[in-house]
């Protein structure tokens, strides 16, 4: 039982180039988010979904995409990189109610 | 809306001193309150939770939280820091809403 699996933990882009960090949970909630964290500012929520077929945007959605087709997986897409989207990204379930973030190992991107 | 504000960006303590890490927040309704824990390189790991029960939460590795509504405090503490208690700290709200995190608290322990 993984939890939530981030892939991949590293990558450098170079401005303009696009990718999708992928998260995949084997736990099966139905709440996933994704946060981008910044030295000295915290967590910052850029997208989240309640279940398969639903997201919405958070705090910082600009310059992503998300989608969630099945409820183990949460990409998050990058389509035209930037420098100001360097910074460690993470991705988290929950269950309902009261239930606490559970959070994956998080990627690390660069963009040059 | 909800925030948390951390006091503090970085505390340093003497091994075997009291461990005192302060978030006060804001909230229109009832909060559930987060202490999560964040070893260098690794994802972030939960502390302890306030759910409006006990107001006095206990946590994992010896740490502990009182929640005071009249102070909309949430304040972490531990009677004796150990050196594998390095790490930053982060405390979060939420309620039927996603969490939101405040900026961190980076604790140094010196032996």
């Known amino acids: 039982n993984a939890g939530v699996t981030q892939t991949p933990k590293f990558r450098i882009l170079k401005i303009g180039q696009s990718m999708t960090l992928q998260c995949a949970q084997d736990?099966?909630?139905?709440?996933m988010y994704w946060y981008r964290q910044d030295p000295g500012m915290g967590l910052k929520l850029i997208y989240y979904s309640v279940g398969a077929g639903i997201t919405d945007k958070g705090e910082v959605p600009n310059g992503y995409n998300v989608s969630r087709s099945t409820t183990e997986d949460f990409p998050l897409r990058l389509e035209l990189a930037a420098p100001s989207q360097t910074s460690v990204y993470f991705c988290?379930?929950?269950?309902?109610?009261?239930?606490?973030?559970?959070f994956g190992n998080g990627t690390r991107l660069t963009v040059t | 809306a909800q925030s948390v504000t951390q006091l503090g960006s970085h505390v340093s303590v003497s091994e075997g001193a009291l461990v005192l890490l302060r978030c006060n927040y804001s909230s229109s309704v009832p909060p559930y309150l987060f202490w999560y824990v964040q070893y260098p390189n690794q994802g972030l790991q939960l502390l302890l939770k306030y759910t409006s029960a006990a107001t006095l939460v206990k946590g994992i590795n010896g740490f502990e939280a009182e929640f005071k509504k009249s102070e909309t405090s949430f304040h972490l503490t531990k009677p004796s820091a150990h050196m594998s208690d390095a790490a930053e700290y982060f405390c979060a709200v939420s309620r039927n809403t996603p969490l939101v995190f405040g900026k961190g608290t980076r604790l140094s322990v010196i032996a």
């Open positions: 736990m099966n909630h139905n709440y």
């Open positions: 988290a379930i929950r269950g309902g109610g009261d239930s606490p973030l559970h």
